[in-house]
């Protein structure tokens, strides 16, 4: 068909030499990649790993000749099959984007019009470049969609964006990004808000289709146990220099740098599990559904000890989010009863007093969206402060700077807005908040996932301690098993609405296990490159399903 292109394994498709990239702020520019060489081959996919700030993303953009805006690209030369980017007219980089180069988002949710069906805008930059009409580009999207393994290829894209899973809509946007057979793809983090299990379908729907085509990519991710699936050289990255780089399983096997070395040292914390009788939180065989058509919890029984930590793992779908839904009094249950220190709760949050509400707060997935851009930090602290406690003035700036010296940053960031925040900071902002309400629950709902892995150990240590000086519950939602070993005292798994196993952390990873925790335990990404095709033939050879 004419999007296949004769494409040579092993060129050099991608040559970026002395890259300078520069962000204004403070009235002046500041440097933020500071001379990186890059060299890309066709059917080669270089990962990309660092902590957040490294510059992975500016980079991966600047592969495009693209820089974010308050960003400019200062130096060096980009020149990809030949083209020299930096020297290219916007028209002729338009002509390149979403036809030669390609870009996956992290956030597929975030990338997708809610407005228009996934077949749509999967086969649009295919039209808008006059690679295929209509028909074509149609069948074309079909036949991707079963080569990503999508369920019901033929009509799943009548459907629109929030029809889908996160998993089947990260699939779709490869598919978007495919559809043109482009010669480089840069992926962003695309599995990084993914449940383990997803992940792994899709991390073999990627690697299946950019082998297929000898497709070169840039995979950036903060996890390095997926870009050992995934690339064949990994770059290590920190302040917007290149620490170093080789082969995946040269690096994997023996780092050279002191820094490389600490990446693949962190999250070894493992808490003991610390049994209670004290019950603040019980939720008894509740029921829920949306619209009253479908059933997303069905007779779920939990409880939470005081000052202790529950996990609750599943895969997307499975009613995490749900519960803690029902929890706030955002979902009312159809049935069931959830108590708080042994009286029950109102079913709605309206029901509830100020005092209830107060002692039951969330921290949210991410710290981007939770918080208000255009507030500073002490008014963002302060609110809760003022609204739970009735204190004001310089009374509540005085707690604000107490909370903010709870989690580690200080004074200096009052009047900071969420811009001028790292990832980290905003997340530990959003603890602040939580904790300004004094609650004796906290419901931390994905709260590490989109933060590179040394942010996510510091955020955990700084929960445990909080909980230490505090004593506050969390019932902590995640998919991240390793999260899920360093704080948890006891685990529920949620699949398909219905708790499949629950107990102590110690029991519940001991085995033998459930089938469904069996699958969860067993996708959770390893630090060797042969692992996913180890997993992908076993699970094939066994050919069982997950009994409901």
């Known amino acids: 068909m004419s999007t296949e292109k004769k ?15 520069e962000g204004f702020s403070d009235d002046k520019w500041h440097q933020i990649v500071k001379g990186v060489d890059v060299t890309l081959k066709r059917g080669e996919v270089l990962g990309l790993i660092g902590e957040s700030g490294a510059g992975k993303s500016t980079l991966g953009l600047a592969a495009m000749g693209f820089a974010r805006p308050g960003c400019r690209i200062s130096g060096g030369s980009i020149v990809f099959d030949g083209i020299d980017l930096l020297k290219s007219s916007e028209e002729d980089l338009r002509k390149l984007r979403g036809s030669r180069i390609a870009y996956v988002a992290q956030s597929a949710s975030a990338a997708f019009n809610p407005a228009h069906r ?26 991707l969609y079963r080569r990503l393994r999508l369920p019901n290829p ?34 962003d983090e695309p599995t990084t808000a993914l449940d383990v299990t997803t992940q792994v379908e899709v991390l073999a729907a990627m690697r299946d289709i950019v082998e297929q085509f000898h497709t070169a990519a840039i995979y950036i991710t903060h ?35 002191d820094y490389t070395k600490t990446l693949w040292a962190v999250r070894k914390l493992q808490m003991h599990e610390r049994p209670s009788d004290d019950i603040v939180l019980r939720v008894h065989d509740v029921t829920a559904s949306y ?5 997303v919890l069905e007779h779920v029984t939990v409880q939470v000890p005081r000052g202790r930590t529950v996990a609750v793992v599943g895969e997307s779908g499975s009613g995490k989010s749900t519960l803690a839904r029902a929890i706030t009094g955002l979902l009312p249950p159809l049935s069931g009863e959830i108590y708080f220190d042994g009286k029950p709760l109102p079913r709605t949050l309206r029901e509830r007093d100020k005092d209830m509400l107060r002692r039951t707060q969330m921290i949210y997935q991410s710290p981007d969206t939770a918080l208000n851009p255009r507030q500073r930090v002490r008014d963002v602290i302060g609110r809760p402060i003022q609204f739970y406690h009735g204190i004001s003035g310089q009374a509540c700036d005085r707690k604000v700077v107490e909370l903010l010296e709870q989690i580690e940053l200080g004074e200096s960031y009052l009047d900071r807005l969420p811009g001028e925040l790292s990832g980290g900071q905003k997340q530990r902002i959003c603890i602040a908040r939580a ?10 709902d994905e709260v ?19 909980q230490e000086e505090t004593n506050v519950s969390y019932l902590f939602i995640t998919h991240d098993i390793a999260t899920v070993q360093a704080i948890a005292d006891e685990i529920v798994v949620m699949y398909q609405g219905k708790v499949v196993q629950q107990g102590p952390k110690s029991q519940v990873l001991s085995p033998p296990h459930p089938a469904y925790t069996e699958l969860l335990l067993s996708s959770v990404p390893q630090m060797d ?20």
Not at 291 to 295: D, K, M
Not at 435 to 444: Q, R, S, V
Request: a negative charge; aromatic letters at 2%; proline letters at 4%.
């Open 223 to 257: 996890d390095l146990a997926v870009v050992a699936q995934m690339a064949h050289r990994i770059m290590v990255l920190r302040y917007g220099k290149e620490v170093e780089e080789a082969p995946t399983r040269e690096m994997l096997k023996s780092p050279r740098e």
């Open 291 to 295: 619209g009253g058509e479908i059933t």
């Open 435 to 444: 904790l300004a309400a004094e609650p004796e629950l906290i419901i931390c």
């Open 154 to 187: 033929d009509t799943i894209g009548s459907r629109y964006p929030h029809q889908v899973s996160g998993g089947q809509l990260q699939r779709a946007m490869t598919a978007m990004a495919m559809s043109c057979r482009p010669d480089l793809i840069i992926f």
């Open 118 to 143: 996934l077949l749509d805008q999967t086969i649009e930059t295919a039209l808008d470049h006059h690679i295929l009409d209509r028909g074509k580009a149609e069948s074309d999207a079909r036949d």
């Open 7 to 21: 494409r040579t394994k092993g060129e050099i498709l991608l040559e970026m030499k002395d890259v300078r990239i």
């Open 448 to 466: 590490t996932s989109a933060l590179d892995q040394i942010v996510q150990e510091e955020i955990l240590k700084l929960l445990m301690r909080l």
């Open 529 to 548: 490159p042969d692992w996913l095709t180890q997993l992908l033939a076993a699970r094939s050879a066994r050919s069982t399903r997950v009994p409901a």
